[in-house]
């Protein structure tokens, strides 16, 4: 059995398309940002919309994935001394409304992932489980969603907000996935067929996946819903 553990780092090299103009703050230096557009956002994206403030400005990064990923847009200009950048008004605001929402994130992080492991440490109880939780979990489900739980490292979630997990099984694999944004947490689980894998769209078929959707409240994990695919 192969297993590859992929970690999604601090900075994104890919956000969701929906977000992608935003993300790359385009109206950063005319309008100021409103809480109700970086609520939902994840950690790595508050970061790359914090870091295309600088970019546009033709700040040169000291990050190497950063500086390449910026070079690869044709609006980025470095310059060549960092110190005589200046900002707008509207752009010291962004700055300091993105850095504030940053901030929190990382606390709601920590305390999310404090809750998961908090779960994790009865996870072998369900009576437990379904009274930390505040719902009920299928009997059916429930052993799938003892493996996904114990696939999630919370340390490791703390500093990125997103964990990924593939188990390569031969005929197919197993993908579990944690991503937060803002309070809310979604925990997957999927089985994919690789014996016929798509090399030319990179993709596999889907055999079927579950989805358990919780909101962080008074410092546990309430589950909110579970969905079936597949």
Not at 29 to 45: M, V
Not at 87 to 94: H, S, V
Request: proline content about 2%; some cysteine; glycine content about 2%.
């Amino acid at each position: 059995m192969r297993k590859w553990l992929f970690i999604i780092l601090n900075f994104p090299i890919l956000v969701a398309a929906q977000t992608q103009s935003f993300s790359h703050c385009e109206q950063c230096s005319e309008h100021l940002i409103t809480e109700a557009e970086l609520k939902q956002l994840t950690s790595r994206e508050l970061k790359l919309v914090l870091n295309s403030i600088y970019a546009r400005k033709g700040y040169v990064f000291k990050t190497p994935e950063i500086q390449r990923y910026f070079e690869l847009k044709q609006w980025y200009k470095p310059v060549e001394d960092n110190s005589q950048i200046t900002f707008n008004q509207f752009e010291k605001r962004n700055i300091a409304i993105l850095q504030k929402r940053e901030t929190e994130t990382l606390q709601e992080l920590k305390q999310i992932a404090n809750a998961l492991q908090d779960l994790k440490d009865i996870i072998e109880n369900k009576n437990l489980v379904e009274q930390r939780v505040s719902n009920s979990i299928d009997p059916e489900v429930f052993r799938q969603f003892q493996n996904t739980i114990k696939h999630i490292d919370p340390k490791v979630l703390a500093l990125t907000g997103v964990y990924r997990v593939t188990i390569d099984n031969g005929d197919y694999q197993e993908t579990y996935h944690l991503e937060i944004k803002g309070t809310e947490l979604t925990l997957s689980y999927s089985s994919a067929t690789t014996q016929f894998y798509d090399f030319y769209n990179n993709s596999e078929d889907i055999d079927w996946s579950i989805f358990w959707r919780f909101n962080l409240e008074n410092n546990k994990l309430s589950l909110i819903n579970t969905e079936i695919a597949g």
